[in-house]
Nanobody
Framework: QVQLIESGGGLVQAGASLRLSCVAS????????MGWFRQAPGKEREFVAA????????YYADSVKGRFAISRDNAKNTVYMQMNSLEPGDTARYYC???????????????WGQGTQVTVSS
């Protein structure tokens, strides 16, 4: 069983930056693909970014490419997402997720955190 705890969300103005963190516990972190998803009110949960077990191998949704950066520190059991040039359309609850196998962009991850709210005002 893996526990995931996100932090770093908040209320910011358009153009600002935030860094989300997700600390994992309960199993060997380096064995897991880590992803970030988001869900806005009235919308389905959508893929944002993922990093494979090897740091530096990453995937992004087209909507965040060039603005967001996912990274992981296996020594700290932590995955990060640096979010720059935030837009009102980025407003959502952001979830950290972990999986051992499977496609990194699919939402059928094995473990999920409780999420952290990001609100971007115009």
């Amino acid at each position: 069983q893996v526990q995931l705890i996100e932090s770093g969300g908040g209320l910011v103005q358009a153009g600002a930056s935030l860094r989300l963190s997700c600390v994992a516990s309960g199993d060997t972190f380096s064995l897991y693909v880590m992803g970030w998803f988001r869900q806005a009110p009235g919308k389905e949960r959508e893929f944002v970014a993922a990093t494979l077990r090897t740091p530096g191998v990453t995937y992004y949704a087209d909507s965040v490419k060039g603005r967001f950066a996912i990274s992981r520190d296996n020594a700290k059991n932590t995955v990060y997402m640096q979010m720059n040039s935030l837009e009102p359309g980025d407003t959502a609850r952001y979830y950290c997720a972990a999986r051992r196998t499977g496609a990194p962009k699919r939402a059928d991850y094995d473990y999920w955190g409780q999420g952290t709210q990001v609100t971007v005002s115009s």
